[in-house]
């Protein structure tokens, strides 16, 4: 199995920081990479898929970037909804895995 | 709008069948990749396994021999059966619409989840 390490795994940020969260792969998954935001009990929410592509909908400052083996999620200005856990998930091979998570904290 | 609800049994006794139904709303179920996907409590996510609406599907080997996924296209629905439960299948479990870009698939809508908790 393809495993996915995030870091950090907790991210202490304020309103209107610029904040970076990177997923490392075990071995290279091309650009089959992507993100969602969790906030508690809640489902996940797909922000970015293959990497960089942004779902319909989602803010236009969440972006994505990488391949093969390490990966980005930026948040360029926090706003006070973003903060939950973000998680990575890889789909270039089964079974598909998720990272272990990055709460972002006030 | 897609919306996407899990039902089923909240609790469920050691070596019994979990079994859980998603109701698809708001869009076909043809053309898609219906999953489950779960997440212990205070841990991370677990993908399951899908099933395509045409009948093919793809578990994760850890659960391979122990579950099963199908889809009803009359009903707009699609099912999970875990077989032979333990308390390490204690899980919030979600149902999720997965979408075909090139060979791979991406999970844009998922239910609210449901916990299902092993217990005697």
């Known amino acids: 199995d393809i495993q996915l390490t995030q870091s950090p795994s907790f991210l202490s940020a304020s309103v209107g920081d610029r904040v970076t969260i990177t997923c490392r792969a075990s071995?290279?998954?091309?650009?089959?990479l992507a993100w969602y935001q969790q906030k508690p009990g809640k489902a996940p929410k797909l922000l970015i898929y293959?990497?960089?592509t942004l779902q319909s909908g989602v803010p236009s400052r969440f972006s994505g970037s990488g391949s093969g083996t390490e990966f980005t999620l930026t948040i360029s200005i926090l706003q006070p909804e973003d903060f939950a856990t973000y998680y990575c998930?890889?789909?270039?091979?089964?079974?598909?895995?998720f990272g272990q998570g990055t709460k972002l904290e006030i | 709008q897609v919306q996407l609800q899990e039902s089923g049994p909240g609790l469920v006794k050691p070596s019994e069948t979990l079994s859980l139904t998603c109701t698809v709303s708001?869009?076909?179920?043809?053309?898609?990749?219906w999953s489950w996907i779960r997440q212990p409590p205070g841990k991370g996510l677990e993908w399951i396994g899908y099933?395509?609406?045409?009948?093919?599907?793809n578990y994760n080997p850890s659960l391979q021999s122990r579950v099963t996924i199908s889809v009803d296209t009359s009903r707009n629905q699609f099912s999970l059966r875990l077989t032979s439960v333990t308390a390490a299948d204690t899980a919030v479990y979600y149902c999720?619409?997965?979408?075909?870009?090139?060979?791979?698939?991406?999970?844009?809508?998922w239910g609210r989840g449901t916990l299902v908790t092993v217990s005697s």
């Open positions: 999720a619409r997965g979408i075909a870009i090139g060979t791979a698939r991406y999970f844009d809508y």
């Open positions: 708001g869009g076909p179920i043809s053309s898609y990749y």
């Open positions: 099933m395509y609406y045409s009948g093919s599907t």
């Open positions: 071995q290279g998954i091309s650009s089959y």
């Open positions: 293959a990497a960089s």
């Open positions: 998930q890889q789909v270039n091979s089964y079974p598909y895995t």
